[in-house]
């Protein structure tokens, strides 16, 4: 960016933060320092979390969506201690102790034998993630645990100036986070295992190479991460206390801090976490309705011209030896680097798929389903898992054949969603405006492609597991949009009895209609991204995934076919998102919350992104565990049953359903006496 | 014939499956399946443990029979979204197919769960602990009922109480949702009326935990905080708030100082004792019936809280109205359950807290009291009673035609 650019954005941004600091302490002096300290001390938890995720992130690039099950882990196990020897130093050390014992052992036994292999790993989190907080619950119950601060911090400091006292134990948030940060910073710069990680980010093999136990190191930085964030969680403990959901707030947090702030920086996570923490404390302090200003600039931090990798406030040598690295291994191997999410190659389409027996035999058990099956099964699963598989076909399509894996398709479904229930007629009057369902399905799909299309043009110039987190942060500020905004989304209430409408005498949302308008639109998705993968513009994009240097040399418009892309996975997951809130018969911000989001993304990998109809796949089987779980085990522990079935899957397989499948078939056909080069043939392309 | 391990099998295999079908023939009437829905996740997930304490405290205080047939309870779990809860609904309607329904827990579900209702004319709704006004107040549904009074009828009283303290002027601190809308109109609707003044309304998304910015907004010259929040929300403003050095008294929502709060994980705050609160249930209320719930909570709960919280009695009370409705018809639920449901309609339910009746909207007429915190010898806090009030209606003793069901802008008294 040229200084002209960087003075430009610096005023346009400084010179109102100015003037609003300037009238807020004139008209508040108390607010606004209190609000300031606030806010600080806000970052300072926020940070000393993210600094343990941003840790493990930029050396391993492994995203992992279990370090809030860590701060819970940490903080619980504290509390326990500090009840037991009554010292709060003590059960710091046992938090931090705790978590990062269980941070070692996730390293040592899973990730370390999933290295490279990014999305996997990421999808192995989310399922442990499940897993521990199900299990912490199941042992230490539901209870609110509000652990108290030691004797020499509590109460409030009084007599301050202007803002008169102060909690001392809040008060002391501030030299905690600084002594972490600088801690940290020091071991990594300046002691010789800190030098070997910034080294193993630069280059893994060299390090290897130079005679370091790589594996060492890295089970190492994974122990150090996961008790940060189990030091986090006692200090949590004290400020916001202990409870089930504590684990996702934070890591949400440390997923906003580590982008804004820039991913595998501590300086960057430093400066997230105050940019973060001053600006939700302040919306809570001084604007009624928009109480959360979270994610600020997710959007502005990504003017199109930067390299990917520079996202971010700060560009510390670590991160610019992180570019250099990536740049070079983008030269030497282009296919690696374009898979650095690792998503599975889907296999070949073939250009004339002929119809098989086995299409017919499906089709026809899917159209006569509803005849055998009772309403509930034809609605709740049948119905509901269609609607999903077209969200998630919409991921499958982006992810497998774009190898853009976007966690906000959840969100342009919900965007459809609400603008259904805004134009159309629901229960809440106030906010719908009472048109014609067609116009207002119409102009749901048009509304969610152009927002598609918005997303895709913001996050179209990062990869992989970057594309991820940055489409995560989206997502998550759309979510906080609806949640707050009550004169058009009506807040948390959302809108209720958003249904479809009676055409030609048939209610369509009976059990029965409603699946045949879904099979009908599943089918209609399913057939057209089939048909467009084979398209030239379908070829094309796959070769961008593949390469995306070779195609723009060959004189595609890169950034252009992937937007299209963006938009086009868009469209289908709008009309799935319409389908989805006429079967749920509301929109509230639940349906556009993180857990949904990540949902989308467990189903299409569930299934298997190497062909479109494992998205559905993937959708029968997450319906069917909703539903059935609870009837498995204990009727309490049904979380811990998904979190169980999706782990086993994601270790297992190396594309959910779809691999085993095809894994099995490999196994069937060579057993059938073929040629040993179809047989060769086959098993390269059922990887 | 040698006797080989597949065919012993296969015959005793048989011989279970004749003897099953058998025991069948023996059988009484077919088991009446109650689904019951509570939060198991989320922010009320300690509140839902209890309710479900609560409501299988009824079926157990029946021996698990209720006219000759056998309870069978299907438990499912919300996390207090409305649309996770109707999905749950469904399931147990549709899925398990049961014959009375009852959930659920939170305000905004109660609404959801509500409009889900109309969709199964058959199958009688009968509500958990929800308390939003809405629920019966607006668009009420011909077969959900609600045996408990909603969260404004809870508060009927409180404002009178405040002024009664010398809390001229309150801010209120609520959690953004249907039920602390219900609350705080509950609350404000008389406190207004007698000449309270309420200069700042906070409103707080649910499961937000850090409150340090609205504590910082508290003005000065306030007499007293009204806090409507529940769950972890409850404990960690309380907590901040006497961190922060804050001392103005507190008046609390009905689930701010229900025993799941005053319960939680660590060291009792001081500063609660002498909270003031609108509820349907008071600890230390000492009518004899009451008393023995409370005795048979205990002894079936042992690791439950030293006192049944709110959840614990709305979910048994619901549960209750459910079983003795069950009873009056013999449990005869045929003919789409209509003579159940005009029983209900008409019915006087006995409670450990006094009599309920229905009003025209299925929504209960009952007692409410206003409590205040105190501690007891061993250090526990619990609710004394101030003063009850009987036959509170829905709204709230107004002619209909002026009553305004709570939002976050009504009512109004700057």
């Known amino acids: ?687 | 014939m040698e006797l080989s391990k597949k065919t012993v099998v296969r015959t005793l295999a048989v011989a279970l499956i004749v003897a099953a079908f058998g025991a069948g023939a023996f059988a009484q009437a077919p088991p009446v399946k109650i689904g019951l829905l509570a939060t198991l996740e989320g922010p009320f997930a300690a509140g839902g443990q209890d309710g479900i304490r609560g409501a299988e405290l009824a079926v157990r205080q029946r021996n698990g029979v209720v006219a000759g047939r056998k309870i069978e309870i299907v438990k499912a779990s919300s996390d207090a979204k409305p649309d996770v809860a109707v999905n749950a609904t469904r399931k147990l309607v549709e899925q398990d197919k049961v014959d009375i329904m009852v959930g659920p827990l939170s305000g905004s579900e109660g609404i959801a769960v509500k409009e889900y209702s109309k969709t199964q004319p058959n199958i009688t709704f009968i509500n958990g602990s929800s308390g939003a006004q809405a629920t019966t107040l607006v668009n009420p549904s011909p077969n959900f009922f609600r045996f408990n009074t909603d969260g404004g009828q809870w508060m009927v009283g409180l404002g009178k109480a405040a002024l009664d303290k010398g809390y001229k002027k309150v801010m209120v601190i609520a959690e953004d949702y249907a039920f602390p809308y219900s609350q705080v109109q509950g609350f404000m609707t008389e406190y207004c009326k007698l000449g309270g003044k309420v200069p700042v309304k906070a409103w707080v998304p649910l499961g937000g935990k850090d409150y340090a910015s609205v504590i910082a907004r508290i003005p000065k010259d306030v007499d007293a905080l009204a806090v409507v929040l529940g769950g972890a929300d409850a404990v960690n403003f309380l907590n901040q708030y006497e961190q922060a050095g804050g001392d103005k008294p507190i008046i609390g929502g009905s689930i701010t100082v229900s025993q799941d709060i005053l319960n939680y994980k660590g060291k009792r705050r001081d500063s609660l004792v002498g909270t003031i609160a609108g509820a349907p249930i008071a600890d230390a209320y000492d009518a004899p019936e009451f008393k023995a719930f409370v005795a048979d909570y205990k002894k079936n709960f042992p690791d439950g809280y030293p006192s049944p919280s709110l959840f614990a009695l709305v979910y048994y009370i619901n549960m209750k109205a459910t079983l003795d409705g069950l009873d009056i018809v013999k449990g005869d639920l045929s003919d789409g359950q209509k003579k159940y449901r005009d029983t209900l309609s008409k019915m006087t339910l006995k409670t450990p807290v006094g009599d309920v009746k229905l009003d025209a909207n299925r929504q209960a007429i009952g007692t409410t009291f206003i409590t205040e915190v105190v501690k007891d010898a061993q250090g526990n806090l619990y609710n004394k009673v101030l003063r009850k009030i009987d036959n509170v209606n829905q709204t709230l003793g107004l002619p209909p035609a002026e009553f305004k069901v709570g939002s976050r802008d009504e009512p109004n008294c700057p």
């Not at chain 1, 684990?247 to 947090?253: E, F, G, N, S, Y």
């Not at chain 1, 961008?544 to 240097?549: K, V």
């Open chain 1, 1 to 687: 960016m040229t200084r002209f650019w960087r003075w430009f954005w610096a005023l346009l941004i400084g010179v109102p933060i100015m003037a609003l600091s300037a009238w807020g302490l004139q008209d508040n002096a108390r607010l606004f320092v209190i609000t300031l300290l606030n806010g600080l001390t806000l970052a300072s938890l926020y940070f000393i979390v993210a600094s343990g995720f941003t840790l493990v992130f930029g050396l391993m690039r492994n995203v992992n969506l279990a370090h809030g099950s860590l701060y819970l882990l940490g903080g619980y196990l504290g509390f326990f201690a500090a009840q037991l020897t009554g010292s709060w130093l003590v059960a710091l050390a046992v938090g931090f102790a705790a978590a990062a014992v269980v941070g070692l052992v996730m390293q040592v036994s899973i990730f370390r034998f999933m290295l490279g292999q990014d999305l996997r790993q990421t999808m192995v989190t989310i399922g442990l993630s499940i897993v521990i907080a199900d299990c912490l619950m199941w042992a230490i119950g539901a209870q609110v645990h509000q652990m108290s601060p030691p004797a020499w911090l509590d109460g409030p400091i009084r007599n301050l100036p202007v803002i008169r006292a102060y909690s001392t134990y809040r008060l002391s948030l501030l030299p905690i986070g600084i002594v972490i940060g600088v801690a940290l910073w020091l071991f990594l710069n300046r002691t010789r295992v800190g030098m070997m990680i910034r080294a193993g980010v630069d280059d893994r093999g060299m390090l290897a190479a130079a005679g370091v136990n790589v594996n060492l190191v890295f089970a190492t930085t994974f122990a150090i991460g996961a008790g940060l964030a189990g030091f986090g969680g006692v200090i949590g403990a004290v400020e916001l206390s202990m409870v089930p959901g504590e684990d996702t707030r934070l890591l949400l947090a440390s997923l906003v801090v580590v982008i804004v702030g820039g991913m595998g920086s501590v300086i960057g996570a430093a400066i997230g976490a105050a940019i973060f923490g001053l600006a939700e404390t302040y919306g809570l302090a001084y604007l009624q309705r928009r109480v959360h200003l979270r994610d600020p600039g997710a959007g502005a931090r990504l003017p199109p011209a930067r390299h990917p990798r520079e996202t971010g406030v700060s560009a510390a040598n670590w991160r610019g030896a992180m570019n250099a690295q990536h740049r070079a291994q983008g030269a030497n191997a282009p296919v690696a680097s374009a898979h650095a999410a690792r998503v599975p190659r889907p296999a070949r389409l073939r250009l004339q798929n002929p119809l098989r027996v086995r299409h017919l035999l499906v089709l026809a058990f899917l159209i006569a389903y509803p005849w055998f099956a009772t309403p509930f099964f034809t609605y709740q699963i049948g119905a509901q898992s269609l609607a999903l598989g077209l969200i998630a076909l919409s991921l499958t399509f982006l992810g497998g054949y774009g190898g853009m894996i976007s966690l906000a398709q959840m969100t342009v479904a919900g965007i459809a969603g609400y603008m259904v229930a805004i134009f159309g007629t629901s229960a809440t009057d106030g906010v719908s405006l009472g048109w014609p369902w067609w116009l207002a399905v119409l102009i749901g799909i048009v509304v969610a492609t152009g927002a598609a299309a918005f997303i895709g043009w913001l996050s179209v110039r990062t990869e992989g597991i970057y594309t991820i987190m940055i489409t995560l942060a989206i997502g998550v500020a759309f979510y906080y949009l609806v949640l707050q905004n009550y004169a058009v989304f009506n807040g948390f209430q959302g809108t209720q009895k958003v249904f479809p409408p009676t055409l030609a005498g048939v209610y369509w949302r009976n059990a029965t209609p409603f699946y045949y308008l879904a099979l009908f639109w599943a089918l209609a998705g399913y057939l057209f991204v089939v048909y467009l993968l084979r398209s030239p513009f379908g070829i094309a994009l796959q070769g961008i995934r593949d390469n995306p240097r070779r195609m723009h040399a060959l004189g595609f418009n890169v950034t252009a076919h992937r937007v299209t892309a963006y938009a086009v996975a868009g469209a289908i997951a709008a009309v799935g998102g319409v389908l989805f809130t006429w079967y749920n018969g509301l929109v509230t911000p639940g349906s556009v919350g993180t857990s949904w989001l990540i949902n989308i993304l467990i189903i299409a990998v569930l299934g298997g992104m190497r062909h479109p109809v494992g998205a559905f796949l993937g959708a029968i089987v997450f319906v069917l565990l909703q539903n059935f779980a609870i009837d498995v085990i204990d009727r309490e522990r049904f979380n811990l049953v998904i979190g169980a079935v999706f782990l086993v899957i994601v270790l297992f397989s190396n594309d959910g359903l779809l691999g085993w499948w095809s894994a099995l078939s490999v196994r069937l056909s060579t057993q059938r006496g073929e040629t040993r080069w179809s047989s060769a043939r086959r098993r390269l392309y059922a990887r």
